[in-house]
């Protein structure tokens, strides 16, 4: 009899669980507060990180002949 017993329970429903609404509320909080930080720092020292200067410059790979109609 307790092979069956063990039968039965072996094919039984995982017990119910709560959502975990705290957890998500406090990662999307952290997260919020982390980016407002770094837009908030930059803000303040728009100095301190400035944008690299760019300089575009082109390689022709393969020579390309115009060909013109006579």
Do not use: D, K
């Not at 063990?6 to 995982?14: A, D, G, I, K, P």
């Not at 975990?20 to 407002?36: D, K, N, Y």
């Amino acid at each position: 009899m307790s092979s069956v017993a063990s039968r039965e329970n072996l094919f039984s429903l995982l017990p119910e669980t709560r959502t975990p609404w705290t957890e998500f509320v406090f990662s999307t909080a952290a997260q919020a507060l982390a980016v407002g930080f770094i837009v908030w720092v930059r803000s303040l020292y728009p100095a301190g990180v400035s944008s690299p200067e760019h300089s575009f410059r082109s390689v022709e790979l393969v020579s390309t002949y115009a060909y013109t109609l006579e």
